[in-house]
């Protein structure tokens, strides 16, 4: 028998997701973000689930969307960073890749540069992120010349990006939609601002266009509860399985660095899951895995192909047993805190070493 590591995929939950994010903005087209791998999932999979039912996909770059389009994804691509050289703005119209104006030099490339067909654009406005985005005053002029400009498709869509969305009690998102109403007031053309926080928290972020992403994997950005998130279904689901359970005496440290101490007579089970199969190694002593269902608290430090669970509460544990990591009944998020990360950090970089299977379609 092989290892037993796998991250299982439940499409239907992704479709589900989709249709959640609906309901929440009923008035709204959607662009389902695929980027990163469609955050570590397998862009060309989820992407195939949500193309028949999205109104656009996003991604951060060109390298990303044509690998959706060479697997026949049809919908309109949106190139979130939009163009990084003029050449890229041909490809974009000869693939109905949608491109982000973020900048100066976007523009001018875009009026500078003969294309087969006009490209849809969208102007990125930074309310306060300050990261990408032309700045408030400069949206009016960008606006125009984008409307000007016959490289350029129908309508222009105003977007911003938000800082703390997911902190519901922070002021800044109001702030960021304040001004982002306040620039685009007389600017013609759909509107976007929501992430996935925005979608379930940010009722008035929702505009024209929502923007998910890590909601569309069933899992919550927000730091505290939410009614909205109860709605979500994870995706992927990281499963291993126990390869060795031993028992130790009190006293009797386990793995590197002997970080773990027993306190009692203990019985440790290995699993053959590491941080080289997207485990994070930070995940602190406490973190919960599911045996059989059951919570167990990791017990010693993560290594590369493996950890050490203290299942001594358990009732009987074997070798073969299943053991899940995150997924449905234990959410990422919960683990990503004991590792003082986000869960986004911990599915994109699941490695191409854990095999992605597809469980429901
Ligand atoms: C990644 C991204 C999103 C999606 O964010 P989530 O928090 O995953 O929903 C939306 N808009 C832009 C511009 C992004 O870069």
């Known amino acids: 028998m092989s290892r037993a590591n796998q991250a299982k995929l439940d499409l239907s939950a992704l479709r589900h997701n989709l249709a959640h994010a609906r309901t929440l903005a009923p008035a709204s087209r959607v662009m389902c973000v695929v980027k990163a791998n469609g955050y570590g999932h397998g862009a060309v999979e989820v992407a195939t689930a949500l193309d028949p039912l999205t109104d656009a996909l996003a991604v951060a770059c060109i390298e990303e969307a044509l690998e959706l389009r060479e697997n026949g994804i049809t919908s309109p691509i949106m190139l979130l960073e939009g163009c990084f050289e003029s050449e890229e703005l041909v490809i974009a119209a000869e693939h109905n890749f949608w ?63 938000f800082a703390c969305a997911d902190e519901l009690d922070n002021p800044m998102t109001s702030d960021q939609l304040q001004q982002f109403a306040k620039v685009t007031e007389a600017l013609p053309g759909p509107r976007s601002a929501a992430n996935s926080a925005g979608v379930l928290a940010w009722p008035h972020s929702h505009y024209d266009w929502i923007r998910p992403g890590y909601m569309l994997y069933g899992n919550s950005p927000l730091k505290t509860t939410h009614p909205n998130t109860t709605g979500l279904r994870p995706v992927m689901t990281l499963e291993s399985a126990v390869i060795s359970v031993r028992e130790i005496e009190t006293g009797e440290t386990v793995g590197y660095g002997a970080n773990w101490t027993a306190q009692r007579p203990s019985r440790i089970a290995t699993v053959s899951i590491g941080y080289g199969d997207g485990y994070p190694r930070m995940a602190a002593n406490g973190t919960p895995v599911l045996v059989k269902g059951k919570r167990a608290p990791l017990a010693g430090r993560v290594s590369m192909d493996m950890i050490t669970v203290d299942v001594t509460d358990l009732d009987e544990v074997n070798i073969g047993d299943r053991v899940v990591l995150w997924g449905k009944d234990l959410p990422v998020a919960e683990i990503a805190q004991r590792a003082d990360t986000i869960g986004y950090e911990l599915t994109t970089r699941m490695p191409a070493r854990t095999p992605r299977v597809i469980v429901e379609r």
């Open 99 to 161: 491109v982000m104006i973020d900048n100066q030099r976007q523009l001018e490339w875009l009026e500078q540069t003969r294309l087969p067909a006009p490209v849809t654009c969208w102007l990125k406005i930074n309310t306060g992120m300050h990261r990408l985005g032309v700045s408030p005053g400069d949206a009016a002029a960008f606006h125009q010349r984008l409307l000007d400009n016959d490289n350029t498709h129908g309508e222009i869509v105003t977007c911003t990006h």
